[in-house]
């Protein structure tokens, strides 16, 4: 038996059971969600997966009928492999008002699916996105984590139950990345397990998405994007690594993020005449994927390369991200840059303050890590001290309000 993590959203999923009748998990591919989900399963709960084709053809060619033949409560793998079936789940729920717990969902192509579960599913369905471990999920620190908060007090907190790494650990969580088949297997490597991740995923999700007829071009298209995570979005450079055109760059990187591989950070904007930066940054999902497709062997080579600070910014990302969604929910994160090239990192917008998070690879921040900071624009929420992401071991207090925070215990 291979050894799984109990997942922090498990809670979440519980919750969200006992409020709506359908509950759906969306997320990459491999990232856990089935596991999770048939960990939680009651007993009386039928399982089917839609990646059985024979399954799949009794869903699309009668779904009324598919939905009668397994019963509630049931839960549902890969869905968007039949869409008809949502809008038959939407007049079951709809026969049986009231009641909660009748259908649980998977899916691994996020905004292709919510498309239809917006139009059937509207108010009767609570949404999870998954996404690989979190590395509070990895070292099994627990179930009821709470999203990142940059306040002292929960700052202070948090390091109570998060010990922190020296550089190399860190380095070494960023190069495996989080997908559990990988972790969860003491002799399974990156370069092992991800070119036939890669396989599937091209084959599987990427086909469903679109009619792409050149996968060798798509495989060098994640392979730049993933050189350039961290970094604003220029589709024309990405489209030249590539050899496409920049129109094929777009619904390339659309299907990137609607299959949950990357996401796009949006820049901080207010109503000002001062100029900021209107471009997305990429980041890539899991740091273990993208550190395989750009090529670094060893988390070694990893930390002493070139790419070794849009790789911790991009890990520092993802778990933000993943300490929100895992509490059922979603960040309001963004970036902020001028014209001029001042640049915050991160905001974070959250209870009417907004806190800028700087990432820098030292162990010893100062206030200068923060000067960018001084520049940001009045809006609509109260500008807080900001926080610096860094290496040191402790909590570091900066003067004014701000602090270092370490790395390795988000």
């Known amino acids: 038996m291979l050894k799984v993590n109990p997942r922090t959203m498990s809670e979440q999923v519980v919750e969200m059971n006992r409020c709506f009748p359908c509950v759906m998990v969306t997320g990459a591919r491999q990232v856990g969600k089935s596991t999770m989900l048939r960990s939680l399963m009651p007993p009386d709960m039928q399982y089917v997966n839609l990646d059985d084709y024979r399954a799949l053809a009794e869903a699309k060619s009668d779904p009324i009928g598919f939905l009668e033949t397994h019963g509630t409560p049931l839960c549902i793998d890969e869905v968007q492999y039949a869409p008809e079936l949502l809008r038959a789940i939407k007049l079951k729920v709809d026969e049986r008002p009231g009641e909660v717990g009748l259908y649980w969902l998977t899916g691994s192509q996020r905004f292709h699916m919510m498309k239809g579960v917006t139009e059937s599913l509207a108010g009767r369905v609570g949404v999870l996105d998954l996404s690989t471990y979190s590395q509070s999920e990895a070292a099994e620190r627990g179930s009821g984590a709470l999203p990142f908060s940059p306040e002292p007090a929960a700052m202070k907190a948090r390091l109570l139950t998060a010990p922190v790494c020296a550089l190399p650990e860190l380095y070494r969580r960023i190069w495996m990345g989080g997908y559990p088949a ?106 273990g994927l993208c550190s395989w497709l750009v090529g670094w062997s060893s988390p070694e080579l990893l930390q002493n390369g070139a790419m070794a600070g849009a790789i911790l910014e991009t890990w520092v990302y993802g778990q933000l991200v993943r300490s929100f969604r895992n509490a059922g929910m979603q960040p309001r994160l963004s970036y902020y840059r001028t014209g001029s090239g001042a640049e915050v990192d991160f905001l974070l917008e959250q209870d009417g303050c907004i806190y800028p998070m700087e990432v820098k690879r030292s162990s010893s921040p100062g206030m200068g890590d923060l000067r960018a900071a001084a520049t940001i624009p009045p809006g609509r929420a109260e500008l807080r001290p900001g926080i610096v992401l860094c290496t040191s071991p402790e909590l570091i207090s900066l003067g004014r309000g701000c602090y270092g925070f370490p790395i390795s215990a988000l």
């Open 182 to 287: 990988l972790l969860s297997r003491p002799h399974m490597t990156p370069a092992n397990y991800f070119p036939s991740y890669v396989q599937t995923y091209v084959e599987r999700d990427v086909a469903a998405l679109s009619q792409v007829g050149d996968r060798a071009a798509f495989m060098t298209f994640m392979q730049s994007a993933a050189a350039r995570t961290g970094q604003q979005l220029v589709y024309s450079d990405i489209a030249r690594d590539a050899g496409v055109s920049v129109n094929t760059a777009r619904q390339w990187v659309s299907i990137l993020e609607t299959s949950g591989i990357v996401n796009l950070l949006q820049p901080y904007h207010v109503n000002t005449t001062k100029r900021l930066a209107k471009s997305p940054k990429l980041y890539f999902m899991d740091t």
